[in-house]
């Protein structure tokens, strides 16, 4: 809700950065779920592939569960060097 | 057909479905114990007047149908080799890829390929073989080629053009990227999307449905709806001979080969 008087710009920011925490939550519930790991264990900047003991075929696996859940397409190759949930959330915001 | 349990693959013939199990760890790459294989099997068909009406290929592997050829053995193949002599071996060796896989696109049954999880490369190429291909929702089609400084050696690129507009063809080749199953659908290289574990029980159904037809029939329509690009093979064996003999080659495999991360399958 747009609250008097305050600058575009925050406005903007605020709603911006509520739905990447948004994106986050919902990423990490997800891989949580996939890999039966407690989501209370995982941190936005944790490196997931260590996090989650994984290696890139299982990473894929999550891939594809992330780009079903929030129908976008997600190019792997963006995924170039992303290890932690606070950048993937990033890269798949920037889909929606 | 007799049954066959092999080190890789096995078969057996079930009423008149002809199924082919790859079960060869970790994830079914393909080198030379799979082509010697695949090359028994393939015979049989060439050979064999053929009681059965249809072929399904799919994974006993969890991680998914096949991730390709087998990189590690192509690296170390390669080293004790001048790249005369590399260039020579490994065209011997796609050339017995080709045959195996002309011959299974050929076949006069109905063939499915039922994929799951990850099928790259030369799993790719061997799915495209298939009339058709159906996939439950965790597979992944992807041509990594170029991120090894080589292209698609088993057919993939003349068999996708087969199957898909050709920007698509193009984007998967040129990034090396990887499309999951629903957008495969999408684009019509998967005929049939099901749920997580499901692909082999839908595959056995379509040849249920498609022994009921006239088999003449069937190989009529198949002959005329499935041209096999023979010429564009052969320049992609070219090319692809050609492409070994460069140091990125070996660089890149190098890179694949030693890479004691998580994260070889990825970009």
């Given at each position: 809700m747009a609250i008097a008087g305050a600058p575009e710009q925050e406005h903007k920011g605020e709603q911006t950065m509520s739905t990447l925490d948004q994106t986050l939550l919902q990423l990490i519930d997800l891989a949580a779920s996939h890999f039966r790991?407690?989501?209370?264990?995982?941190?936005?900047?944790?490196d997931f592939f260590k996090k989650l003991k994984i290696n890139s075929l299982q990473a894929l696996d999550l891939l594809t569960k992330l780009e079903t859940h929030f129908n976008v397409e997600l190019p792997?190759?963006?995924?170039?060097g992303v290890t932690d949930f606070r950048t993937l959330a990033d890269r798949i915001q920037a889909r929606l | 057909m007799e049954p066959y349990s092999g080190k890789t693959l096995s078969w057996s013939q079930t009423d008149e479905t002809i199924e082919l199990r790859l079960h060869h760890e970790p994830c079914n790459e393909i080198g030379t114990a799979t082509l010697a294989e695949l090359g028994r099997f393939s015979e049989l068909l060439d050979r064999t007047e053929l009681s059965a009406h249809a072929l399904i290929i799919y994974s006993?592997?969890?991680?998914?149908f096949s991730a390709g050829a087998d990189l590690r053995e192509l690296y170390q193949g390669m080293q004790a080799l001048e790249i005369t002599a590399r260039q020579d071996g490994v065209r011997d060796f796609l050339l017995g890829i080709h045959r195996v896989f002309n011959q299974i696109d050929a076949v006069p049954v109905v063939t499915v390929a039922a994929v799951h999880g990850v099928v790259f490369g030369g799993g790719f190429e061997l799915a495209l073989t298939c009339d058709m291909i159906v996939a439950d929702r965790t597979a992944r089609f992807c041509f990594p080629e170029l991120r090894l400084g080589?292209?698609?050696?088993?057919?993939g690129i003349p068999r996708l053009k087969r199957d898909l507009g050709n920007s698509l063809v193009r984007d998967l080749l040129m990034t090396g990227r990887s499309i999951n199953a629903t957008k495969a659908a999408a684009v019509g290289l998967v005929s049939q999307l099901v749920a997580p574990g499901e692909a082999l029980r839908v595959a056995r159904s379509i040849a249920s449905q498609a022994a009921k037809f006239d088999r003449t029939a069937a190989r009529a329509a198949k002959q005329f709806i499935k041209p096999i690009p023979y010429a564009e093979f052969q320049e992609e064996i070219r090319i692809f001979c050609e492409l070994m003999g460069k140091p990125a080659v070996e660089s890149a495999l190098r890179r694949f080969v030693e890479n004691s991360g998580p994260q070889p399958y990825l970009p």
């Amino acid at each position: 809700m747009a609250i008097a008087g305050a600058p575009e710009q925050e406005h903007k920011g605020e709603q911006t950065m509520s739905t990447l925490d948004q994106t986050l939550l919902q990423l990490i519930d997800l891989a949580a779920s996939h890999f039966r790991v407690p989501a209370t264990e995982l941190n936005p900047d944790d490196d997931f592939f260590k996090k989650l003991k994984i290696n890139s075929l299982q990473a894929l696996d999550l891939l594809t569960k992330l780009e079903t859940h929030f129908n976008v397409e997600l190019p792997d190759y963006e995924l170039q060097g992303v290890t932690d949930f606070r950048t993937l959330a990033d890269r798949i915001q920037a889909r929606l | 057909m007799e049954p066959y349990s092999g080190k890789t693959l096995s078969w057996s013939q079930t009423d008149e479905t002809i199924e082919l199990r790859l079960h060869h760890e970790p994830c079914n790459e393909i080198g030379t114990a799979t082509l010697a294989e695949l090359g028994r099997f393939s015979e049989l068909l060439d050979r064999t007047e053929l009681s059965a009406h249809a072929l399904i290929i799919y994974s006993e592997q969890p991680q998914g149908f096949s991730a390709g050829a087998d990189l590690r053995e192509l690296y170390q193949g390669m080293q004790a080799l001048e790249i005369t002599a590399r260039q020579d071996g490994v065209r011997d060796f796609l050339l017995g890829i080709h045959r195996v896989f002309n011959q299974i696109d050929a076949v006069p049954v109905v063939t499915v390929a039922a994929v799951h999880g990850v099928v790259f490369g030369g799993g790719f190429e061997l799915a495209l073989t298939c009339d058709m291909i159906v996939a439950d929702r965790t597979a992944r089609f992807c041509f990594p080629e170029l991120r090894l400084g080589l292209i698609p050696g088993f057919g993939g690129i003349p068999r996708l053009k087969r199957d898909l507009g050709n920007s698509l063809v193009r984007d998967l080749l040129m990034t090396g990227r990887s499309i999951n199953a629903t957008k495969a659908a999408a684009v019509g290289l998967v005929s049939q999307l099901v749920a997580p574990g499901e692909a082999l029980r839908v595959a056995r159904s379509i040849a249920s449905q498609a022994a009921k037809f006239d088999r003449t029939a069937a190989r009529a329509a198949k002959q005329f709806i499935k041209p096999i690009p023979y010429a564009e093979f052969q320049e992609e064996i070219r090319i692809f001979c050609e492409l070994m003999g460069k140091p990125a080659v070996e660089s890149a495999l190098r890179r694949f080969v030693e890479n004691s991360g998580p994260q070889p399958y990825l970009p």
